[in-house]
């Protein structure tokens, strides 16, 4: 894995500074839409954040990503005369949220500046346009669809016409979970808000911050650049450290603080209006046998309840549950796949295979025992699970299945309505595609119809 990932850096390195060499010497117009063109280099960008996000060299994307930059600039075009904007809060956000996915992939600010061959804030500035006149697309899109909804009359006829092509679902469940998670005494995090204080006080004795950040910081996606985050904005962070960061001056140093991710202290390195340069340290507590014991006889108390009949179990992961994103569904998961539409309803191959092999042998409306288990970031806890409801795998119907094909038949209205809306607007739009384009098949049907103005 190592030598794999070694060489898709080297890949992506040699093309980015290739990229940034050639940039002024090769550039020039790819495509012309209405009175918007592109550039040769805006999709040599895009095809490095293809590239930087692990995906293989592939020519046939450079087709894929003119034709989604064409569709982007109709959009737009339209979102002009309509007068619909985006605020540019909302694209520094989304700027700022792809730059740290880049830097975690890279393992660090310093590395990504490498690959890039420019400092992060000039790359930030580059594509901060097409991000606009991304997010300007995607709004576009959605006040064109936004009215569009399906009767159940379109439903009905929407899987008729499927005729042999109607879906086969594989066994679905309805799994419900109370997360526990120990909680340490206030004697417990003591040492560890001992440790992270002498580090704090031995920066203030003058010691480098980003030395004992790389030594001795627990936080993942900073501790190898010395703890520092670059610029945040007042979202960009939890409430406590966006607290500390915006009330001390460039050089000061908060105090200790506490969040959900452990101990912290923080510093300032530059502040440029609402945006503020910052490093820290953090160290996590650790998980005592003690604080698991507690909890375990916690989490027995709360099973007795819900087996007693004493407690529902949607009311005890109302009252108990450590699960934020479960706890006020009556603690039941949602289908990864189909988050907006909040379904319960989970393909059986989708499960964590551990909630399935203890779901696998429970009969529907049976509650597990208490579980110790290891969660994502590494921490172990306690976990109640719960199987509501089971469908064996079957042909999808009407009545079982009304949710998923009302979703479907939405999806192809919407798709539909789209498809006419772009080809009203290329027939009336001039586009043009340099040649080296031609062979694409996505993009004939671009310039197969459009009259010139």
């Known amino acids: 894995m190592k030598k794999v990932f070694l060489v898709a850096t080297a890949l992506i390195s040699l093309f980015l500074n290739s990229y940034a060499q050639n940039k002024h010497t090769v550039d020039k117009v790819a495509a012309v839409v209405g009175n918007n063109i592109i550039l040769l280099s805006d999709l040599n960008q895009q095809y490095t954040q293809y590239l930087y996000q692990g995906n293989p060299p592939n020519d046939e994307i450079k087709c894929k990503i003119l034709q989604q930059t064409l569709t982007q600039k109709l959009l737009k075009q339209q979102a002009e005369i309509d007068s619909v904007m985006v605020e540019d809060g909302a694209v520094d956000d989304e700027v700022n949220k792809r730059m740290r996915y880049s830097m975690q992939r890279a393992g660090g600010q310093e590395r990504l500046e490498q690959f890039l061959n420019k400092s992060v804030l000039q790359y930030k500035d580059e594509i901060r346009p097409s991000v606009k006149d991304e997010l300007i697309a995607q709004k576009m899109q959605q006040k064109i669809t936004e009215n569009i909804n399906v009767t159940p009359m379109e439903v009905e006829k929407y899987f008729k016409s499927l005729g042999d092509s109607i879906p086969e679902f594989n066994t679905e469940v309805e799994v419900g979970e109370i997360i526990l998670n120990p909680q340490l005494t206030r004697a417990e995090k003591q040492k560890f808000r001992d440790k992270i204080e002498a580090l704090r006080l031995r920066v203030k004795a003058g010691e480098d911050m980003g030395v004992l950040a790389k030594t001795y910081s627990e936080d993942p996606g900073s501790a190898s650049d010395g703890g520092d985050y670059g610029f945040i904005d007042r979202n960009t962070m939890v409430k406590e450290f966006t607290a500390w960061a915006f009330k001390l001056k460039a050089g000061e140093i908060s105090p200790v603080f506490e969040t959900d991710y452990g101990f912290h202290f923080l510093q300032v390195l530059e502040r440029r209006g609402e945006q503020v340069h910052v490093r820290h340290i953090l160290i996590m507590p650790k998980t005592t046998p003690e604080s698991l014991t507690r909890l375990k006889l916690h989490a027995d108390s709360i099973y007795n309840n819900i087996i007693g ?51 696998d042998s429970m009969k529907i409306g049976g509650v597990s025992k208490p579980g110790l288990f290891t969660a994502a970031d590494g921490k172990q806890g306690y976990r109640i699970l719960y199987l509501k409801s089971k469908i064996p ?31 009203k607007r290329r027939e009336n739009t001039y586009i043009k595609i340099d040649d080296e384009f031609n062979n694409c098949d996505e993009l004939k049907i671009w310039t197969k119809t459009t009259a010139a103005k």
């Open 393 to 423: 795998p079957h042909k999808a119907n009407m009545k079982q299945d009304f949710p998923k094909i009302r979703d479907a038949a939405q999806s192809d209205k919407i798709n539909r309505t789209l498809s006419e809306w772009f080809e």
């Open 309 to 359: 009949k004493k407690l529902s179990f949607a009311a005890a992961a109302n009252l108990y549950s450590d699960n934020k994103e479960t706890k006020y569904n009556g603690g039941m998961m949602l289908n990864a796949e189909n988050v907006q539409a909040r379904s319960t309803f989970i393909p059986v191959d989708k499960l964590d295979p551990s909630v399935f092999l203890v779901i």
